[in-house]
């Protein structure tokens, strides 16, 4: 049985433009210790998605509307709040986009630790000190000591995130989502950030979710794959499948807008054209069709389904998904 199956799940926002689907019944598993990784734009609802497992979408104005959020063999949805609150923290932890706004400006970094080991684990405050400088020292951060006594702000954006990455370690949690974990950071620090949680989550068997736009970013990190755009989840597989043979063309327009090593340094990168559709005026057919290379008549007349496409475990939401594919193969 997976650690966490995402079954159909469907969020909504009730907003004064109209009712926004940002998520539109998507479905996804993790196994124990498995690292996924969901891609898309911004606004594709990849967020969304994570904030509704752990059930923290604001209502109003969202609402999670419909689906199944198995975790552990228990539905999160079914939960009371003082039971999620149980859950938050000490099975799942989160790291967010932005640690200088998810941390508390007037906590030191060791209450901010502490604070989560007697809340969730009982512990006494020596206890939980000794806890917090031991999670310092493991995430990578140098005079451990010395930090656990400072503010958020006396640490740069790279040992902020460091931080918020002990905080959700510190209970030893079965899964970790990590949303948007290296965005605000530069290319080196975040190479060390995406290093540090895939040593410390294969170290540890603890089940990651890692929440980016960048598909490069996860090459070497994720086992498995889903890409979402517009709510849904257009295409998922194992990270080999998706970047080796891409079956959807929102996938494969990502991939030709990342830089490449292997190109020439004057070739000019391939941007995604066009813009994230409005998603109170979806039409009824696919929702990526205005900026598609490939669409057909078909794709205006209805949402193409989730279906297999290439090899065991790969799926596409596209009407030409073995046209795609074909097309790949002849390029190489």
Do not use: W
């Amino acid at each position: 049985m997976p650690l966490l199956e995402v079954k159909e799940l469907h969020t909504e926002f009730r907003t004064g433009a109209g009712l926004v689907r940002a998520v539109d019944g998507i479905s996804y598993s993790v196994e124990q210790g498995e690292t996924v990784a969901v891609v898309g734009e911004s606004g594709s609802g990849k967020s969304v998605g994570a904030l509704s497992i752990l059930r923290l979408i604001a209502d109003p104005p969202g609402r999670i509307t419909g689906g199944q959020i198995l975790f552990d063999g228990r539905d999160l949805r079914s939960l009371s709040e003082a039971e999620m609150r149980e859950i938050r923290g000490r099975d799942i932890g989160m790291v967010f986009q932005e640690p200088m706004t998810s941390l508390n400006p007037v906590l030191t970094i060791g209450r901010q630790i502490t604070e989560v080991l007697e809340q969730h684990q009982g512990a006494d405050r020596e206890a939980a000190n000794k806890r917090a400088l031991e999670l310092l020292e493991m995430v990578g951060i140098a005079d451990a000591r010395r930090r656990l006594k400072q503010y958020p702000h006396q640490l740069s954006g790279g040992m902020r995130q460091r931080v918020m990455i002990a905080v959700a370690l510190a209970c030893n949690p079965k899964l970790i989502i990590a949303d948007e974990p290296t965005t605000a950071l530069d290319v080196t620090i975040q190479a060390q950030i995406l290093e540090l949680m895939k040593a410390l989550t294969e170290r540890l068997n603890v089940a990651l979710i890692v929440i980016t736009h960048n598909l490069g970013v996860v090459a070497r990190y994720a086992q498995r794959v889903n890409v979402m755009y517009a709510g849904r989840i257009v295409e998922s597989g194992s990270a080999e499948a998706i970047y080796h043979d891409p079956r959807h063309p929102y996938t494969m327009a990502l991939l030709r807008s990342v830089p490449r090593l292997d190109q020439p340094r004057r070739a000019r990168l391939d941007p995604v054209e066009g813009q994230p559709p409005d998603l109170t005026k979806l039409d009824g057919g696919c929702s990526f069709r205005p900026r598609c290379r490939f669409a057909i008549e078909k794709c205006a007349q209805s949402q193409p389904p989730l279906e297999p496409a290439g090899g065991a475990g790969h799926a596409s939401a596209c009407f030409r998904r073995d046209e795609l594919g074909a097309m790949a193969e002849a390029a190489q």
